[in-house]
């Protein structure tokens, strides 16, 4: 493995601890506290990913710099080849509602999702070994993808659940979701500031913006953005002309946002807080 290609072993072991995902920003260190309210459109599915990336977790995700670090997966490393990976799952993870997340939980759920040709076991209660048919350095990438989310099974949002963050409080489908932070998370003053999240699906554009405007929610998605960008007491990400997201300046957006996806990867919930 050449030097470019460790890269994808970055924050890995002891980096890891040195990549948190918290961070300051011209608005200070993030904090806990308050409901963010949060208007999104239909289409693309937005609700559920953003339901996902919440409440479930990978082995590994990429920060919004773009290197991977531990999730679920506390430690891993490969060997020489790239070939036959170990990780060690983080020993305070627990399913909501279920326990701990086991070794044998990580593989099943693998197993499930995984469409490299491979074999997955589990090496006691806490670690697993992934052994791959041919060498890829870049598996880590691979593995914080939304399709490796750890799950119990594939379930419907209204029943969603997983490791992540925040958990479900109610749902419908294609309408609404209203989350909670989880007490006690295994990644506790790292990631999930807000107490609460209400999302609500709003398709027309023009009227995510007004909901925005008139102070109905505290960030829109991809709204209409004439109505807005004269408005001194918003934000926009990425700029006033590229408005995909709008926001009021209560909600601090961090100072380095994901770019590989929309929504700070989909990870808005679990990275942005309220002033």
């Not at 305070?92 to 490299?116: C, E, K, M, W």
């Not at 405007?213 to 990425?238: E, I, T, W």
């Not at 990870?267 to 309220?274: A, K, N, V």
Request: glycine share 8%; proline share 5%; aromatic share 6%.
């Amino acid at each position: 493995m050449n030097r470019l290609d460790r890269r994808a072993l970055f924050a890995s072991g002891a980096a890891a601890a040195l990549l948190a995902a918290t961070g300051a920003s011209a608005s200070g260190a993030p904090k806990r506290g308050g409901t963010l309210r949060l208007a999104v459109p239909r289409e693309n599915d937005v609700l559920n990913t953003l339901a996902r990336w919440a409440v479930q977790d990978a082995l590994v995700e990429i920060g919004p710099d773009g290197v991977v670090r531990g999730e679920l997966a506390q430690h891993w490393q490969s060997d020489a080849d790239a070939k036959r990976w170990e990780f060690d799952l983080h020993p305070d993870a627990q399913f909501h509602g279920v326990g701990p997340v086991t070794a044998d939980q990580v593989v099943a759920s693998l197993t499930r999702s995984l469409t490299l040709q491979c074999s997955i076991e589990p090496l006691g209660a806490r670690k697993i070994a992934l052994t791959l048919a041919e060498p890829n350095p870049h598996l880590p990438y691979v593995l914080a993808q939304q399709s490796n989310l750890i799950t119990l099974a594939d379930t419907a949002l209204p029943e969603l659940t997983g490791s992540g963050c925040y958990e479900v409080v109610r749902a419908t489908e294609g309408r609404n979701l209203r989350l909670k932070r989880v007490a006690k998370h295994y990644r506790d003053l790292q990631v999930g500031w807000f107490d609460a999240v209400d999302i609500g699906v709003i398709p027309n554009r023009d009227i995510r913006a007004e909901a925005l405007r008139d102070g109905f929610v505290d960030v829109a998605l991809f709204p209409q953005g004439d109505m807005l960008r004269s408005r001194r007491n918003l934000v926009f990400h990425p700029s006033a002309d590229d408005m995909q997201i709008a926001a009021h300046r209560n909600i601090a957006i961090p100072p380095k946002v994901g770019q590989n996806t929309a929504i700070d990867d989909g990870r808005l919930l679990e990275r942005w807080w309220m002033l």
